[in-house]
């Protein structure tokens, strides 16, 4: 507590984050891998991965295993998953969705490689634990959060309506300020995975008057010259493709927060009822922002959002902003983020376009928040965070980028003090 002037206690009000990676380990199911070192017990983790696992930054050809999971405690997470083969003869892509694990990976064959699952949050951690041995050592990079500011935390998982409309989800105990949405654009409950056209979503929204964000990208199952596209844009926080990966066929925003949840506008949808996964949070300040990446190393990218944020999660698909409901060529997935300026990481991955044989390539950054891959799996584009200030950050390009690329944002920080 601090002594005001006029003698009242005042309470300090805070959001606690950090970044990090560790190893899944290939240990027998009921092992359990820890990872300590925080310095406060999270109230939720945002879990991310490429299929990458190394711990040192590494690119090049390789299938990708990558997936996005949630969890807030034993009984109260989920993930999404999705891998793609490299060097096949025709597309070989695979999803799959669990409310049982907060991280998984898909065997080449479409089965599952691997899951794991919370087993507590601890005093300046969390454990999880193997219900599934993973054949790989797979690196997952994590944003935790915690904090006396951060007061609520749940997941949950919506339907697509069957008609354009707005869909209120009031499954909560509390009104969100954030939610982050995880799809892979199955219509059937979870657990599940499929050896079919594969699709990927990160959404966020947030803020008094929310704003939105997408990231998705997919490739179709088995076509013999490779379908993969991507999409990633602000004002909308849900994108879903068609079965074949040519188009979108669901788009939502969020518009509203409700007492017990939020309403989403969903402007176009296929009639299928597909799962949506979320993570909803109470408390903290939120803002959801884009940026262009830079041609040159030497030009500063500086964001000015009103306040010093405990961390940012980046989103990006290593382009330029998709026009809305209009995919673009190549799966290209980008997820980083930071704390500081000494703690950050991201993974990519890419799977390229209209080729007889497929390439994949994936890339794994320990010190840059951003990593792009070029067709050939190289890497052709770096951004690090160059400072922390009092009302933003700042970035810099580390590998010039070949073109502007749009990246999206979510910056988490504290409010104000407040009075007890």
Not at 125 to 135: A, E, M, P
Not at 226 to 239: F, H, L, P, W
Not at 295 to 301: E, H, K, L, S
Not at 341 to 357: E, F, L, P, W
């Given at each position: 507590?601090?002594?005001?002037?006029?003698?009242?206690?005042?309470?300090?009000?805070?959001?606690?984050?950090?970044?990090?990676?560790?190893?899944?380990?290939?240990?027998?199911?009921?092992?359990?891998?820890?990872?300590?070192?925080?310095?406060?017990?999270?109230?939720?983790?945002?879990?991310?991965?490429?299929?990458?696992?190394?711990?040192?930054?590494?690119?090049?050809?390789?299938?990708?295993?990558?997936?996005?999971?949630?969890?807030?405690?034993?009984?109260?997470?989920?993930?999404?998953?999705?891998?793609?083969?490299?060097?096949?003869?025709?597309?070989?892509?695979?999803?799959?969705?669990?409310?049982?694990?907060?991280?998984?990976?898909?065997?080449?064959?479409?089965?599952?490689?691997?899951?794991?699952?919370?087993?507590?949050?601890?005093?300046?951690?969390?454990?999880?634990?193997?219900?599934?041995?993973?054949?790989?050592?797979?690196?997952?990079?994590?944003?935790?959060?915690?904090?006396?500011?951060?007061?609520?935390?749940?997941?949950?998982?919506?339907?697509?309506?069957?008609?354009?409309?707005?869909?209120?989800?009031?499954?909560?105990?509390?009104?969100?300020?954030?939610?982050?949405?995880?799809?892979?654009?199955?219509?059937?409950?979870?657990?599940?995975?499929?050896?079919?056209?594969?699709?990927?979503?990160?959404?966020?929204?947030?803020?008094?008057?929310?704003?939105?964000?997408?990231?998705?990208?997919?490739?179709?199952?088995?076509?013999?010259?490779?379908?993969?596209?991507?999409?990633?844009?602000?004002?909308?926080?849900?994108?879903?493709?068609?079965?074949?990966?040519?188009?979108?066929?669901?788009?939502?925003?969020?518009?509203?927060?409700?007492?017990?949840?939020?309403?989403?506008?969903?402007?176009?949808?296929?009639?299928?009822?597909?799962?949506?996964?979320?993570?909803?949070?109470?408390?903290?300040?939120?803002?959801?922002g884009d940026l262009l990446t830079q041609t040159d190393t030497t030009t500063d990218i500086v964001?000015?959002?009103?306040?010093?944020?405990?961390?940012?999660?980046?989103?990006?698909?290593?382009?330029?902003?998709?026009?809305?409901?209009?995919?673009?060529?190549?799966?290209?997935?980008?997820?980083?983020?930071?704390?500081?300026?000494?703690?950050?990481?991201?993974?990519?991955?890419?799977?390229?376009?209209?080729?007889?044989?497929?390439?994949?390539?994936?890339?794994?950054?320990?010190?840059?928040?951003?990593?792009?891959?070029?067709?050939?799996?190289?890497?052709?584009?770096?951004?690090?965070?160059?400072?922390?200030?009092?009302?933003?950050?700042?970035?810099?390009?580390?590998?010039?980028?070949?073109?502007?690329?749009?990246?999206?944002?979510?910056?988490?920080?504290?409010?104000?003090?407040?009075?007890?």
């Amino acid at each position: 507590y601090q002594i005001s002037a006029r003698g009242n206690e005042v309470a300090t009000m805070t959001i606690s984050a950090k970044t990090g990676s560790f190893n899944i380990s290939t240990a027998t199911a009921g092992s359990t891998v820890a990872v300590s070192g925080l310095g406060f017990q999270p109230v939720a983790v945002i879990f991310w991965w490429s299929g990458r696992t190394e711990a040192t930054d590494t690119a090049g050809r390789a299938s990708h295993k990558r997936g996005v999971g949630f969890a807030v405690t034993s009984t109260d997470r989920r993930c999404t998953y999705f891998n793609s083969v490299d060097a096949q003869t025709a597309g070989d892509a695979d999803r799959g969705q669990r409310a049982d694990a907060c991280i998984a990976v898909a065997t080449d064959a479409g089965g599952v490689d691997g899951l794991a699952d919370l087993q507590s949050m601890d005093s300046g951690g969390f454990t999880l634990v193997i219900d599934d041995q993973f054949t790989i050592d797979v690196r997952v990079n994590y944003l935790a959060l915690g904090g006396n500011e951060l007061t609520n935390a749940a997941t949950g998982v919506l339907n697509e309506p069957l008609t354009a409309s707005t869909l209120d989800t009031t499954s909560l105990s509390f009104q969100p300020t954030c939610v982050f949405f995880g799809s892979n654009d199955q219509a059937v409950d979870a657990p599940s995975i499929t050896t079919d056209s594969r699709d990927s979503l990160l959404g966020v929204a947030a803020g008094a008057t929310p704003g939105n964000a997408v990231l998705a990208a997919g490739s179709d199952n088995a076509s013999p010259t490779t379908q993969t596209v991507s999409y990633c844009r602000a004002g909308e926080c849900i994108a879903m493709f068609a079965s074949a990966v040519t188009s979108i066929t669901g788009i939502a925003s969020l518009t509203a927060w409700l007492s017990n949840g939020f309403t989403l506008d969903f402007t176009q949808v296929s009639g299928s009822a597909r799962r949506v996964h979320f993570l909803a949070l109470k408390g903290g300040r939120y803002t959801v922002g884009d940026l262009l990446t830079q041609t040159d190393t030497t030009t500063d990218i500086v964001e000015t959002i009103g306040y010093s944020p405990a961390a940012v999660l980046f989103g990006s698909h290593g382009k330029t902003q998709s026009t809305s409901d209009t995919v673009q060529a190549d799966d290209e997935w980008i997820v980083g983020a930071f704390d500081s300026v000494s703690s950050r990481g991201a993974h990519g991955t890419i799977d390229v376009d209209n080729q007889a044989d497929t390439i994949v390539a994936t890339a794994i950054e320990t010190d840059e928040v951003y990593v792009n891959l070029s067709t050939a799996g190289a890497v052709e584009g770096l951004m690090d965070v160059k400072s922390v200030e009092s009302t933003g950050f700042t970035c810099i390009m580390d590998d010039a980028d070949p073109i502007q690329a749009f990246v999206w944002y979510l910056a988490i920080g504290s409010s104000t003090l407040s009075k007890t």
